[in-house]
């Protein structure tokens, strides 16, 4: 059974660094063809796809948004990481991590966690 | 990149009616899309890929059709449990992209 879950603060002031936890089980990020994503979701708007991470270490941003984010996983600990720099309260939203499989669509996701940028 | 377009932005039904949504790409994606439903308060859920593939335990009211730039998702007999935000995404070209969702209510 696949599960993901987000971990991370709920609240950051702007100008700051997010730093988000993905933490997984179910599955390994050393598997072929396995990558884990994040997307976010500002309160009542759609879904925007930030970044890829794959088994082989292979990494995909968002176009708008590449300067601001890294993306990296510790397969032992089945851990994705995904940070955001510069924060800004356009970017409060709550974030989803999920899974994929071979093709870029999301099979599995996590609950969310929702991030407020505020003073 | 490729823009996905939804529509219409909301469906107003009543259970037991059939649910018709349409998703168009800016340029062909050919069969690589996949459908999403999302509930209030809740992740989304994975319904369809690959176009018209069901995912795993989907219910088979749900279907999916077309190919290229336009696609539809058929919700046969609506349910209760099927009112909800339905966002397709495009996973031919890159970024991978999603539309700005329908609302299907009451």
């Known amino acids: 059974q696949i599960t993901l879950k987000e971990s991370g603060p709920t609240l950051v002031e702007p100008t700051q660094t997010l730093t988000l936890t993905c933490t997984f089980s179910?599955?390994?990020?050393?598997?072929?063809?396995?990558?884990v994503g994040w997307i976010r979701q500002p309160p009542g708007k759609a879904l925007e796809w930030l970044a890829l991470?794959?088994?082989?270490?292979?990494?995909r941003y968002s176009p708008s948004l590449k300067s601001r984010l890294t993306i990296t996983k510790e397969t032992s600990k089945n851990q994705v990481v995904l940070t955001m720099t510069n924060m800004d309260p356009v970017d409060t939203a709550t974030y989803y991590c999920?899974?994929?499989?071979?093709?870029?669509?999301?099979?599995?996701w996590g609950q969310g966690t929702l991030v407020t940028v505020s003073s | 990149e490729v823009v996905m377009t939804q529509s219409p932005a909301t469906l107003s039904v009543s259970p037991g009616e059939r649910a018709t949504l349409s998703c168009r790409a800016s340029?062909?994606?050919?069969?690589?899309l996949a459908w999403y439903q999302q509930k209030p308060g809740q992740a989304p859920r994975l319904l369809i890929y690959g176009a018209s593939t069901r995912a795993t335990a989907i219910p088979a009211r749900f279907s999916g059709s077309g190919s290229g730039t336009e696609f539809t998702l058929t919700i046969s007999s609506l349910q209760s449990e099927d009112f909800a935000v339905y966002y397709c995404?495009?996973?031919?070209?890159?970024?991978?992209?999603f539309g700005q969702g329908t609302k299907v209510e009451i």
């Open positions: 340029q062909s994606v050919y069969s690589n």
């Open positions: 179910g599955f390994s990020l050393s598997t072929n063809a396995v990558a």
């Open positions: 991470i794959y088994w082989d270490d292979d990494k």
């Open positions: 999920a899974h994929l499989y071979s093709e870029n669509f999301f099979d599995y």
């Open positions: 995404q495009q996973y031919n070209n890159w970024p991978p992209a």
